[in-house]
């Protein structure tokens, strides 16, 4: 059987390339742009290291890193929908403003106090989330229905839905700000006790390196089982190697960044445990936004890659009137990607809240601008059609890393707009020159 | 009258109106199994319309369309789909921004058990169907704007004929297209034909059609000037009919010709 398949199956198209680089691309399949943009962000974190004097890679830094960029990361998956089916929304920060408003006011008075639930109640901080989910789908469903089936351009609709649901948050409490949160929601947050741990963060670093492995093989066996053209073993094996390798080398970074001495010392107290020389040692790991972010990551991955509506929305953004002739409904489409958004900025907006312990009338404020830049940085093109869930991840953590290494490095605010807005027109101009030498 | 066999489709005495203007006045029209019939007729001479009542896009105001001899009602493009009617447009075919895979397969995708894409079947199929129609096809992976125009043809080709056309409707399937890749459609068509399936091809362009074509059916001002056999008409002659409506001794004369 398996002389009969090597006799079968067609040679793999890396055989027939020339230079080693070109047979390692070839032979891995990985795409070139995504390693460019890893390549881009490896300069930017060496550069800030060295110019910070060493402060930027450190597990410190790059902990904090990791959880500042949650939030627009979380709503970076679903704009990058958005964008593929040639719409734009404009209106995320001013959701997540709303959201974040409609939340708090849950989880400090509508369900403690008026529903007599008590505070502290364990079960605040997820009736809270769900009651913020809905009605951020809610909000994507009326604006999904209004650029759908009325036909008003999304621009226009969700220009309109900035200025409304920024005013409906203030609305909500009178401007007041809402604090503080449940202490369960605030793990959303992250710090110290939003943290999974040392041993549940390697417990994560299992799972992923078992789900690359076991995701490499079943790839493999589908291919074979089709007569396809496979990898070669070898490239097989260094795509497992390098993404356990990521995985590995983030959880240790990530258990390498101790909780400040103040606050291991009072758990210790609290505890009883003897504090060493020297101070206790308890790692941060994983924080739950991270966590977060990446789950809804994976799940977007799989959303767009494996699925019906995926297909959809790229079938849509290459050419509507052919996704129309083929039998879709484009417009019910359109309408679940704008409810999906809605969904990620209430996630956005628990990160957020939780993260700052308050809602206020400012959270989100120029959220939808990061958003949009992270997703084009990220390869996601404005003509449509073009752009992948971890390319726009990539963004993101792009984005954040340029803004907290130039904190570090001391530089003004007003300039630290002004690099970010030249680096989003460099990087759209770099992706320019790539795809036209690409096609 | 040309084949005495029942015809793969009859349309017959079609009309339609759009705000006062006859666009297709009584046509008649016929295709039989394995026949290629060009549909001819300048700009606005109604041949589009006339199709586009086959294909579901337009409802007839009167007339009756019979499929292997039976009444059939189409009033939507699903329908005419479950007649095994299938279209080619031009330049509406294809999402160019996937794969070949994903376009055969747009709105009609094969899932896994789990209710996820099962891509490596719907590329296997795809390799079967494009292996039989071009088999110099290779590129598979990469998204259909990488592919020359002849390619992209043949894709939208495949995705009609993958779910069993027996009807296929091609408008202007070659206007876009350079000489090497009109030869390869043309290669394709007879393979078509060499199936079984009935083709309508429509042209605005005489010599896209008539080396292609059994039969030509010459539309002017929504009626049927005449109908023949390439074998019994010269290109001259079909020109003839199709500029000045004049019908030749080998074509049989339609409501549309212009009497003596």
Redesign the interface.
């Known amino acids: 059987m398996a002389e009969q398949h090597a006799m079968t199956t067609p040679a793999h198209p890396s055989s027939f390339a020339q230079s080693p680089l070109q047979r390692f691309l070839s032979a891995t399949e990985v795409d070139t742009r995504l390693l460019g943009m890893i390549g881009a962000l490896a300069i930017i974190w060496v550069g800030f290291n060295i110019f910070s004097g060493g402060l930027f890679l450190t597990p410190r830094n790059l902990w904090n890193l990791s959880v500042q960029t949650a939030s627009v990361a979380v709503m970076v998956t679903g704009m990058v929908l958005v964008i593929v089916t040639r719409n734009i929304d404009l209106s995320v920060g001013s959701i997540l403003g709303l959201v974040g408003m409609v939340m708090g006011v849950m989880q400090t008075q509508i369900l403690p106090v008026q529903l007599g639930l008590g505070l502290g109640h364990p079960m605040i901080w997820i009736l809270s989330l769900l009651i913020g989910i809905a009605v951020g789908v809610g909000i994507g469903a009326l604006q999904g229905t209004i650029i759908a089936y009325l036909k008003v351009p999304a621009f226009i609709v969700t220009l309109g839905g900035y200025l409304v649901w920024r005013g409906a948050a203030w609305w909500v409490t009178a401007g007041r700000t809402v604090a503080p949160m449940d202490s369960t929601f605030q793990l959303m947050g992250g710090g110290p006790f939003g943290s999974i741990g040392a041993l549940w963060s390697w417990v994560v670093a299992v799972i992923a390196c078992a789900a690359i492995i076991i995701g490499l093989y079943f790839g493999r066996r ?2 074979r ?4 053209p496979q990898r070669p073993v070898w490239a097989e094996i260094t795509l497992a190697l390098i993404g356990c390798g990521a995985t590995i080398g983030a959880v240790a970074v990530a258990n390498a960044y101790p909780w400040p001495v103040r606050i291991a010392q009072n758990f210790a107290n609290a505890n009883g445990i003897a504090v060493p020389e020297g101070g206790l040692f308890v790692s941060h790991g994983i924080a739950i936004p991270v966590l977060i972010a990446v789950g809804v990551g994976v799940a977007m991955t ?1 959303l767009t ?4 509506f ?2 959809y929305v ?6 509507p ?3 129309e ?4 409904n484009t417009r019910w489409v359109t309408v679940k990607i704008f409810m999906l958004m809605g969904a990620l900025c209430a996630i956005a907006a628990a990160i957020s809240t939780a993260r700052l312990n308050a809602a206020t009338n400012a959270l989100g404020t120029l959220d939808e601008l990061y958003v949009i830049a992270a997703a084009v940085i990220g390869g996601t093109s404005l003509a449509g ?2 752009g992948t869930v971890a390319g726009a991840l990539l963004g993101a953590l792009v984005m954040q890393s340029l803004q907290s290494g130039m904190v570090l490095m001391g530089i003004d605010s007003p300039l630290q707009s002004i690099v970010v807005g030249i680096v989003l027109v460099f990087a759209v101009w770099l992706d320019t020159l790539y795809r036209r030498n690409k ?1 | 009258m040309l084949d005495t066999s029942t015809p793969l489709v009859e349309m017959t005495d079609i009309s339609i109106a759009f705000g006062g203007i006859r666009a297709v006045d009584r046509a008649s029209i016929s295709l039989h199994r394995g026949e290629v019939v060009g549909l001819l007729g300048h700009n606005g001479a109604g041949k589009s319309t006339l199709i586009k009542i086959l294909s579901g896009a337009y409802r007839r105001d009167a007339g009756e369309i019979r499929i292997n001899g039976e009444t059939a009602t189409i009033n939507n493009p699903r329908d005419a789909k479950a007649y095994g009617i299938e279209t080619i447009y031009q330049q509406l075919a294809v999402a160019d921004n996937v794969d070949a895979a994903a376009n055969l397969f747009l709105g009609r995708e094969i899932t896994t058990a789990l209710g996820t894409l099962d891509d490596a079947a719907m590329e296997s199929k795809a390799r079967e169907v494009m292996g039989r129609l071009n088999p110099n096809f290779r590129r598979f992976k990469e998204p259909v704007k990488a592919l020359s125009g002849g390619q992209r043809q043949s894709v939208a080709i495949a995705r009609a004929i993958l779910f069993n056309a027996r009807i296929l409707i091609m408008d202007e399937p070659t206007a876009a297209l350079g000489p090497q890749e009109t030869a390869q459609v043309g290669e394709l068509i007879k393979q078509l034909k060499a199936d079984g399936i009935g083709i309508f091809l429509i042209s605005h362009d005489i010599h896209d059609v008539f080396d292609l074509a059994d039969r030509v059916v010459v539309m002017k001002n929504g009626q049927v000037v005449g109908q023949a056999k390439t074998s019994d008409v010269t290109k001259d002659e079909v020109l003839g009919m199709i500029i000045m409506g004049k019908v030749p001794p080998g074509a049989t004369p339609g409501p549309g010709a212009i009497r003596d």
């Open positions: 589908q291919r089982r089709f007569n396809f799989f890659t494996r699925t019906r995926g297909r790229y079938a849509m953004g290459g050419n009137e052919a996704a002739l083929a039998g879709i059609g073009v096609y």
